[in-house]
């Protein structure tokens, strides 16, 4: 029984610096109650501790905030930075899905032509623009807003759904097929 697994392993840093602040307590009542003194007067100090680090731990807190706004005046001046961080992403998923597709990437092709779909249906205010949407919430929305469009939809839906959930086959055709019946909608969800 000399091998690695069988020893006792080592403490951790934290481990050992808790049992020194649990014996430093202890010491500090015992001596306190051992010499006549007051629990009362070792609760005081413990409180005086625990006062003086939460102030400590706030005043450094605010000094990074005070950094941090300090740095964000400098980006301010300069611009540059500001608006770049405040810029939303904007995706033309219909370019998006030309080349994907020309990469032969049907299957994500499709998907971006479906979020295309989602995009132009969401600014006629057809569909909620609410993110993690299903399709099938999608569906009823547009069944009940532009019901002359649902019958397309659900099927340009359907496509999307077999090829991105159902991971079947996606080519050329579907893709084609796809546009068609989102030309549709369009027209048909004015």
């Known amino acids: 029984m000399r091998g690695s697994e069988y020893q006792e392993p080592g403490r951790s840093w934290l481990q050992t610096t808790l049992e020194k602040v649990d014996?430093?307590?202890?010491?500090?009542?015992?001596?306190?109650?051992?010499?006549?003194?007051?629990?009362?007067?070792?609760?005081?100090?413990?409180?005086?501790?625990?006062v003086t680090a939460t102030v400590a731990v706030v005043?450094?807190?605010?000094?990074?905030?005070?950094?941090?706004r300090a740095s964000g005046a400098a980006e301010e001046e300069d611009g540059s930075?500001?608006?770049?961080?405040?810029?939303?992403?904007v995706v033309d998923w219909d370019e998006e899905a030309e080349r994907l597709e020309a990469e032969g990437r049907w299957r994500d092709g499709?998907?971006?032509?479906?979020?295309?779909?989602?995009?132009?249906l969401?600014?006629?205010?057809?569909?909620?623009?609410?993110?993690?949407?299903?399709?099938?919430?999608?569906?009823?929305?547009?069944g009940t807003?532009?019901?002359?469009?649902?019958g397309e939809f659900d099927a340009a839906a359907e496509l999307f759904d077999r090829a991105w959930y159902g991971n079947r086959p996606t080519g050329p055709e579907e893709a084609e097929?796809?546009?068609?019946?989102?030309?549709?909608?369009?027209e048909r969800a004015r």
């Open 81 to 89: 930075a500001l608006r770049r961080r405040r810029r939303p992403i």
């Open 177 to 186: 097929r796809f546009r068609e019946l989102a030309r549709r909608v369009e």
């Open 122 to 142: 969401t600014t006629r205010k057809v569909v909620d623009p609410a993110a993690s949407r299903t399709t099938g919430e999608h569906r009823r929305e547009v």
């Open 59 to 68: 005043l450094a807190v605010r000094s990074i905030r005070r950094d941090r």
């Open 23 to 50: 014996e430093w307590f202890s010491r500090l009542f015992t001596s306190l109650g051992g010499t006549g003194g007051s629990p009362v007067v070792g609760w005081l100090v413990v409180i005086l501790a625990a």
């Open 145 to 150: 807003s532009a019901p002359d469009a649902a």
């Open 110 to 120: 499709l998907r971006a032509r479906y979020r295309a779909l989602i995009g132009e």
